[in-house]
Nanobody, 118 residues
Framework: QVQLVESGGGLVQAGGSLRLSCAAS????????MGWFRQNPGKEREFVAS????????YYADSVGGRFTISRDNAKNTVYLQMNSLKPEDTAVYYC???????????WGQGTQVTVSS
């Protein structure tokens, strides 16, 4: 089991920026695909972004357009989500997750709240 701890959330005005961090436990971080998801009360959890093991490839949800950038530092066991041009609809709890094998994400953090005001 991998322990994941998100940080960096907070309150920001529309158009502003935040950088989320997710610190992972263990010695095999570089072997995991990492992802970011978000969820509002009463809604399904939504995929935001993912990044390959080396950090050379990334995928993004259409909803974030070109505003978000996912990155990782394997030496620090950390994945990041840089969020620019934030919109009120980006308000959610943001979770990081691992995909250690197969197609499913299998370890999840507890989340960090992002609130974007108008």
């Amino acid at each position: 089991q991998v322990q994941l701890v998100e940080s960096g959330g907070g309150l920001v005005q529309a158009g502003g920026s935040l950088r989320l961090s997710c610190a992972a436990s263990g010695r095999t971080f570089a072997s995991y695909v990492m992802g970011w998801f978000r969820q509002n009360p009463g809604k399904e959890r939504e995929f935001v972004a993912s990044i390959s093991r080396s950090g050379s490839s990334a995928y993004y949800a259409d909803s974030v357009g070109g505003r978000f950038t996912i990155s990782r530092d394997n030496a620090k066991n950390t994945v990041y989500l840089q969020m620019n041009s934030l919109k009120p609809e980006d308000t959610a709890v943001y979770y990081c997750a691992t995909k250690t094998q197969g197609y499913a994400y299998d370890n999840w953090g507890q989340g960090t709240q992002v609130t974007v005001s108008s």
